[in-house]
C-alpha cells in the first residue's frame, strides 16, 4: 500500500514537499517514483529514487527544482519541489517498482497510491 500526502494550493515561485509511505509488498520495492497527471493530459514521470543506494533520476523539466529522496527506516519517499510554476499543476502519484529500478515508464512500476493534488496559481 502507498500513501500520498502533501499536496495543497501554493503561488508560483512557492514550495511544497510531498510524502509517500510503503506498507506491506511495497516497502520491499527495489524503486520508488513520483508521476503527474495534469488536467487533459498523460501521466509523465517525474523523478525516482532506489531503495538501496539512494540512485535518482529526474524528468527533464523538474530537474534542478524537484529533489526526490527516501527515509529508509520509515519507507518513506519525499518529493521537494521549489520554484512551482503553474505547468506543474497536476495530480501526483507515488508509485513502487518491485523488480526495475529507475524505470521512467508507467510499466516499470507495480504499485501505485491513490495521488495528491498539486495546484500552483499565477
Known sequence: ????????????????????????????????????????????FVATITWRGGMTYYADSVRGRFTISSDNAKNTVYLAMNSLNPEDTAVYFCAAAARVPMATGESGYDYWGQGTQVTVSS
Open 1 to 44: 500500500q502507498l500513501q500520498a500526502s502533501g499536496g495543497g494550493l501554493v503561488q508560483a515561485g512557492g514550495s511544497l514537499r510531498l510524502s509517500c509511505a510503503a506498507s506491506g509488498r511495497t516497502s520491499s520495492s527495489s524503486a520508488m517514483g513520483w508521476f503527474r497527471q495534469a488536467p487533459g493530459k498523460e501521466r509523465e
